[in-house]
């Protein structure tokens, strides 16, 4: 990944895990890695443990990000998942989903577009 991906993402985390607090989520987990994949973020709502993949644009040109997961990257949201919870033997009994933030913003950072899409992957 280059620099500057890396950089717009690091952008549209920042806004999810603030929008998240802000409606009363905790922050658990950023960037947590398995030979799987990556969580971009792990927040508690209430009982559930939410794995948060966020999708970001700078406009639309390159399509919407609210479209962007694919069958493959859905499957290894699901197996890093599962991989966290059995990494986190203390949320054992916690149940978890798996939400899609998409965020668009314009050329100087600002917030365009923020969806949060919860259950946005689903096994089966």
Known sequence: MTGRRKALGAIGERHARVRLESAGMSFLAANWRQTSGELDLVMRDGDWVVMVEVKVRRGDHAGQAEASISRAKAARLLTTSEWFMADHPDLADAPWRIDLIA????????V????????AVVSG
């Open 112 to 119: 365009i577009r923020f969806s949060h899409i919860p259950d």
């Open 103 to 110: 965020v668009t913003i314009d050329s100087s950072g600002q």
